[in-house]
């Protein structure tokens, strides 16, 4: 799934709605699109919308043809995103500044804001008007970026194969941050992962293809993140749809340990007290 | 028509620069580049070469092919709008 961010910088009118709604609307030809508004005046247990059913901290109303409302307590955009992740092809997530992901800025400010971002690769488009929207290229250049996937969505993914009736397994490796190595280390805030654009690709299509390749294999999802990946966040995964479990559990840890070796890829690890390239102290 | 190299980590901050465009090209060889690559980087030189030779960590890459495993190492000839790249050992996961 790709996420695009749509953020108000200085928009007196009704411009960010008409952005968001041209924008949605580009996506849907494309695929099924998931759309989160944040609001910071939604608080204290107040509802989005009135809610038919009353009690519970999470309430699902329910249609016979699938259609539904919901509303609750304690979600947060990263777990929104994720969920959406699992059957969505695109998010637009409105009114979140300092999101991660690719981001449409709206109004007189948003070119200045756009190059005053210090990730200004993040921002991809900033327009005035709705009127100076090209949905085409925000589509575009929203393509190009790396999608969002989580351990659930690369599941998903493989249980959808055309061959998983013949499959009587799935086996996944999550690599994640991990804070310490010990009580007494100093914390891991943050590691940051530069990637070779292009050849990384590759060699991680051709890990799947030759993978998928052995007997057993039905499925392969390699994921890797790149840039800033927060402590106690995911970092890489990989997901094998096999036969049995044999060739599952063989096939994840050997994807994982090439995947490791073969991909150009770059870690940095900042600490609380130091900043160094990983390859460097091991 | 200059080479372009590509430079990662430790190897970019040394340089300085992600991406150097060197004079070598169809005909000369990877060493060619690489000398004229390190020539005013003394400090990305320290860290690739020792005594003239390509530290065993250091990886060179001609349009994504390790040219120490499968090509000629840095007798391997450039070729019209080759794209090299040099970086340390991997460290993705």
């Not at chain 1, 309430?59 to 016979?64: Q, W």
């Not at chain 1, 990989?238 to 479990?245: E, S, W």
């Not at chain 2, 620069?17 to 004229?36: N, Y």
Request: proline fraction near 2%.
């Amino acid at each position: 799934m790709h996420v695009l961010g749509v953020c108000d910088h200085g928009t007196g009118d009704d411009a960010l709605e008409r952005v968001v709604d041209r924008l949605v609307d580009r996506l849907e030809r494309e695929g099924r699109v998931g759309v989160v508004r944040y609001d910071a005046t939604i608080a204290d247990g107040m509802q989005a919308h009135d809610s038919l059913t009353v009690g519970g901290d999470v309430s699902y109303e329910l249609g016979a043809d699938g259609d539904w409302a919901a509303s609750g307590t304690g979600m947060t955009i990263e777990s929104v995103v994720d969920q959406l992740a699992v059957d969505c092809d695109y998010a637009v997530v409105v009114g979140v500044d300092g999101l991660r992901h690719p981001t449409v800025v709206v109004g007189a400010d948003g070119e200045a804001a756009a190059s005053a971002d210090e990730n200004d690769d993040r921002v991809i488009a900033a327009v005035e008007a709705p009127g100076d929207l090209d949905s085409d290229a925000v589509l575009a250049a929203l393509e190009d970026c790396d999608p969002h996937e989580t351990l659930e969505s690369l599941v998903d993914r493989v249980k959808r194969s055309p061959k998983a009736e013949l499959s009587g397994a799935i086996a996944t490796f999550t690599g994640r941050v991990r804070a310490k190595d010990d009580a007494d280390d100093a914390r891991t805030q943050y590691l940051e992962f530069e990637k070779y654009e292009g050849i990384a690709e590759e060699r991680m299509a051709s890990l799947k293809t030759d993978l998928e390749s052995r007997d057993g294999v039905l499925e392969v999802e390699l994921y890797h993140r790149t840039g800033v990946v927060e402590d106690g966040e995911d970092i890489v995964f990989v997901v094998v749809l096999a036969g049995h479990r044999g060739e599952a559990f063989r096939t994840v840890e050997d994807g994982i340990n090439r995947l490791k070796d073969e991909v150009p890829l770059f870690k940095k690890e900042v600490t609380v007290d130091d900043e160094f390239w990983v390859h460097e102290r091991s | 028509m200059p080479t372009e190299w590509k430079l990662f980590a430790d190897l970019a901050e040394r340089a300085g620069d992600k991406h150097v465009t060197v004079d070598a090209s169809a005909g000369d060889t990877v060493g060619d580049a690489l000398e004229q690559l390190v020539a005013d980087r003394s400090e990305l030189e320290e860290r690739v070469l020792d005594d003239g030779d390509l530290r065993s960590q250091i990886n060179v890459l001609r349009n994504g092919t390790n040219v120490l495993v499968e090509e000629e190492g840095l007798e391997t000839e450039l070729k019209e709008g080759d794209e090299l790249a040099l970086f340390p050992p991997v460290s993705g996961g």
